[in-house]
């Protein structure tokens, strides 16, 4: 008998034998897909992963060629809320092994699930996000299925009245896959709880389970089979992940399984109505994943058809495996699996009314397709639009630097130049610094009235980055104000230029791009502060005078 720690409690659990705190479970010494993956990486040299616009271009042509992809995506969110979908413990990514467990989330008999009222208002939100009708009176269903990290033997799902349905999602491409504007459907969304996690040995002999994550809240979002290529269907997971990140129902983390999705990928000749063989890959870590994923299941099919061994594509599902750049074959799927759903006695209907979803519907935020068309009524590019809309802080702090009287063209190139840089170096999001949008705004209003440069105001800037403070306070501090004396500066190109004589004559004798080299001085002298519009005005003169 093993021992697991339940809340001060110690409980019996009927498993084979532990380690810790976790649980084990014995199983074969290899498995089939571990078998296949070392064959494969033993015998091939490792793949050089392919940019994705190689990718994206490749998938283009091979289309081209007389086929086309059917490609459609289930995605798993898991749901920030404090604790379970049906019991009171929390979950924290990254805590102890069965630490965050109780009766109810580990299946004990006579224990009853009480459903978080959070959950419901979470896929609400979503569901209208998405555009979906919202089910007024909805209801759960058990799943029925086995598996080691499955406690209770069986999933609380929803069936076939879902809380949301008929849907779509509109997105833009990003400009450098040639753009253009996207709307793919969305079949439905409903509530389930999620299962435990198994940690598989490194021999391959015992398996560990953590439950940690059993019962968290999830919902999960089917597409309808829209997409056509990699580049697509990575680019509805992003617009996912940026929906519910703008909601604040999940934090969309990819690499702590908060979005997972599942892709379904067939090809078929070109003009055919029916769909070819449908081929589910998982194991798919990040967007780019997703693509290459994507791609290299398109060609291996159209490979197939073209070899005439259409019959050899199955349903199956395959594993993607970054360092091969391939599928790998994990399970075969004989039909359809029967989950003898029935529904879940133990948890009455889920019964809306219109005043509900009527004030959820008002405190909805801008979602990110209403920020891009906003922005793209600016003027702004493509390019802009969609790195601002990307990230919700980002949008926030554009937006929030406009309301004080920032130029939407100059405050956009400022977040998207140096400041994305200063993030990307530092690993830092936008609202981590100490800069606000205030004094973003301040700072492109000196540079505009002339009272400092374009290459001081980079100074200030990465100085309000990382300490903070303001625009004025650290001009008068350090004595920043630019020089725009006609005067002054027309001094300081005088010395310049008597020091340095054989510039001068050599400049007059063709060189003029020494010019450059006159105004560095000037600069130099000045400590940066000369007004580089006249300075370069009254050097011409000089350089240029008889």
Same mark, same amino acid.
């Given at each position: 008998m093993?021992?697991?720690?339940?809340?001060?409690?110690?409980?019996?659990?009927?498993?084979?034998? +532990?380690?810790?705190?976790?649980? +084990?479970?014995?199983?074969?010494?290899?498995?089939?897909?571990?078998?296949?993956?070392?064959?494969?990486?033993?015998?091939?040299? *490792?793949?050089?992963?392919?940019?994705?616009?190689?990718?994206t271009k490749e998938a283009a042509e091979q289309k081209t060629q007389g086929f086309e992809a059917i490609i459609g995506i289930e995605t798993h969110v898991q749901l920030s809320t404090v604790t379970k979908a049906f019991c009171s413990c929390p979950y924290d990514y990254g805590s102890q092994p069965n630490s965050t467990i109780c009766p109810t989330c580990m299946g004990h008999p006579g224990t009853l699930p009480v459903l978080n009222e959070k959950v419901v208002e979470c896929a609400v939100k979503l569901g209208?996000?998405? +555009?979906?009708? %919202?089910?007024?009176? =909805?209801?759960?269903?058990?799943?029925?299925?086995?598996?080691?990290?499955?406690?209770?033997?069986?999933?609380?799902?929803?069936?076939?009245?879902? %809380?949301?349905? *008929?849907?779509?999602?509109?997105?833009?491409?990003? #400009?450098?896959f040639g753009g253009g504007h996207r709307k793919f459907g969305i079949t439905r969304v409903h509530m389930e709880e999620d299962a435990g996690k198994l940690l598989h040995s490194e021999s391959g002999s015992y398996s560990q389970v953590d439950l940690n994550r059993a019962g968290v809240p999830l919902l999960e979002i089917v597409s309808e089979p829209d997409m056509r290529t990699g580049i697509e269907a990575a680019e509805y997971g992003a617009e996912l992940q940026r929906i519910v990140r703008y909601l604040g129902v999940s934090n969309g983390n990819m690499q702590e399984g908060s979005l997972r999705c599942d892709?379904?990928? =067939? #090809?078929?000749?070109?003009?055919? =109505?029916?769909f070819g063989t449908k081929v589910e890959i998982k194991n798919m870590n990040s967007f780019s994943e997703i693509n290459r994923a994507i791609d290299y299941e398109i060609s291996r099919q159209i490979m197939l058809h073209k070899e005439g061994q259409a019959d050899q594509i199955v349903q199956e599902t395959r594993l993607w495996d970054e360092s091969s750049q391939k599928t790998f074959t994990m399970r075969k799927k004989e039909g359809l699996a029967d989950y003898r759903y029935f529904p879940e006695p133990d948890l009455p209907e889920v019964v809306l009314t219109t005043d509900y979803i009527d004030e959820i519907s008002k405190s909805m935020p801008e979602l990110p397709e209403a920020k891009r068309r906003r922005y793209e009524n600016m003027g702004l590019s493509m390019q802009d639009v969609l790195f601002l809309a990307n990230d919700d802080n980002v949008a926030h702090f554009f937006d929030s630097t406009l309301e004080h009287g920032a130029d939407a063209k100059l405050a956009c190139n400022w977040i998207m130049s140096d400041i994305a840089a200063y993030l990307k170096n530092e690993k830092l999001s936008i609202h981590e610094t100490k800069l606000t949008p205030l004094e973003l705004s301040e700072l492109i209003a000196s540079i505009k009235n002339g009272t400092i440069s374009?290459?001081?105001?980079?100074?200030?800037?990465?100085? @309000?980055?990382?300490?903070?403070?303001?625009? *004025?306070?650290?001009?008068?501090?350090?004595? @920043?104000?630019?020089?725009?004396?006609?005067?002054?500066?027309e001094a300081m #190109?005088?010395?310049?230029?008597?020091? +340095?004589?054989?510039?001068?004559?050599?400049?007059?004798?063709?060189?003029?791009?020494?010019?450059?080299?006159?105004?560095?001085?000037?600069?130099?002298?000045?400590?940066?502060?000369?007004?580089?519009? @006249? @300075?370069n005005k009254i050097l011409g003169e000089k350089l240029n005078a008889k």
């Open positions: 093993a021992l697991t720690l339940l809340r001060g409690m110690r409980t019996p659990v009927s498993l084979r034998s +532990n380690t810790g705190l976790f649980f +084990n479970v014995l199983r074969p010494r290899l498995s089939h897909f571990t078998t296949r993956a070392e064959s494969a990486h033993a015998t091939e040299p *490792k793949a050089v992963p392919k940019s994705i616009q190689l990718a209208l996000a998405l +555009n979906c009708e %919202i089910s007024m009176t =909805s209801k759960f269903d058990r799943k029925q299925y086995f598996y080691p990290d499955l406690p209770k033997g069986y999933q609380i799902s929803q069936f076939d009245i879902p %809380i949301a349905k *008929k849907g779509y999602v509109d997105l833009d491409l990003p #400009v450098e892709v379904n990928v =067939s #090809v078929r000749p070109v003009g055919q =109505s029916e374009g290459k001081i105001g980079k100074e200030i800037l990465f100085e @309000l980055i990382a300490k903070g403070g303001t625009v *004025k306070g650290v001009i008068e501090e350090k004595d @920043l104000v630019q020089i725009a004396d006609p005067a002054a500066i #190109v005088d010395k310049v230029i008597a020091d +340095n004589p054989k510039q001068l004559e050599q400049y007059r004798a063709g060189k003029t791009k020494l010019q450059g080299f006159f105004a560095g001085q000037v600069m130099k002298t000045s400590k940066g502060k000369a007004n580089p519009v @006249l @300075l």
